[in-house]
């Protein structure tokens, strides 16, 4: 593999979109940089991607934990001396709870899950920042979700997490603008992983991981600022988005609700449809 490959950087890349993520980039011969806490199952990715996990002009393994800040920061600073900077940044890893304020447990699942998907976010894209600026050129790529675009209820946490992710998303993006550096947010309707295996509600337009991976690298090509994969989830988001509030809150609480921390039974209560897509009967 030749040195100039360009350098793909994926958090959350052991499982679900990140795996399929990273196993798109591969397939276009690009040299991957792969985070996740379970190093056994990035080992098994590469190989699964045709790659030698040993060989390392061809792909990092970083098995660490992403809210450890200093750890992520110390293998950025590695991987932009060894490699150089990145044309793609992605912040895919995240956690999806159902949270129940009135039980004291779940304000420190709450906080977890802003520190994932948020904090975390934001500090694998922060040490690329300058070095893509210098450069003029590259994408800075959060996955947020539909789910950013109201309340849902006994969401608040993920709901919460994924609304300030777009925000400084934006903020990101209009600030350089001028630097020609791209910042991309991707908002993801339902893509059938581990994340949403519990769900116990109807999952409209669910995707597999590798046509969202496929849609979702044509748009980091395109560098578009914001887009929404399935499109069909993209005009519900933006129904959900203008739908006045009193409407909102009379609907929305009929929707199923993401079970709590380790109240999720895989598959249980799915409907027949979803379960059938996930391969199951
Ligand atoms: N699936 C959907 O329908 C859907 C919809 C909208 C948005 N999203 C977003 O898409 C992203 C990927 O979700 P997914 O569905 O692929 O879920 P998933 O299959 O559960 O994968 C989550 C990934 O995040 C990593 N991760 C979680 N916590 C981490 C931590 N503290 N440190 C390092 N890595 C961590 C996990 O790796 P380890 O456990 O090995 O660390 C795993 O690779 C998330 O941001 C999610 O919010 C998903």
């Given at each position: 593999m030749t040195q100039a490959a360009p350098i793909v950087l994926l958090t959350g890349a052991s499982s679900g979109l990140g795996a399929a993520l990273a196993a798109a980039y591969a397939a276009r011969g690009w040299r991957l940089a792969l985070v996740a806490r379970r190093g056994e199952l990035l080992q098994q990715l590469a190989r699964d991607c045709g790659l030698d996990p040993d060989d390392t002009d061809r792909v990092r393994l970083i098995a660490l934990d992403v809210r450890d800040t200093a750890a992520l920061h110390a293998a950025a600073a590695t991987l932009l001396h060894d490699?150089?900077?990145?044309q793609v940044v992605i912040a895919n890893a995240g956690i999806s709870h159902g949270v129940?304020?009135?039980?004291?447990?779940d304000l420190d699942v709450a906080m977890d899950i802003m520190d994932v998907n948020w904090g975390a976010a934001l500090a694998t894209l922060a040490p690329f920042i300058a070095p893509m600026r210098a450069r003029g050129s590259g994408a800075l790529v959060g996955i947020a979700s539909v789910a950013g675009v109201r309340g849902l209820p006994c969401h608040a946490a993920y709901c919460a997490s994924k609304a300030a992710l777009i925000r400084s998303l934006e903020s990101l993006r209009v600030e350089l603008r001028p630097s020609g550096v791209k910042v991309v947010t991707i908002s993801p309707g339902y893509v059938a992983t581990a994340m949403t295996a519990g769900n116990r509600f109807r999952m409209p337009f669910l995707l597999t991981p590798e046509v969202f991976a496929q849609r979702a690298v044509r748009a980091i090509d395109a560098g578009r600022a914001y887009a929404t994969i399935p499109w069909q989830m993209a005009v519900l988001s933006k129904f959900l988005h203008v739908v006045p509030r009193a409407i909102f809150d009379r609907y929305a609480g009929r929707y199923g609700r993401k079970p709590r921390k380790d109240a999720c039974a895989p598959c249980?209560?799915?409907t027949r449809r979803n379960r059938i897509r996930r391969g199951g009967r």
């Open positions: 490699w150089g900077c990145p129940d304020l009135a039980q004291e447990a249980q209560g799915m």
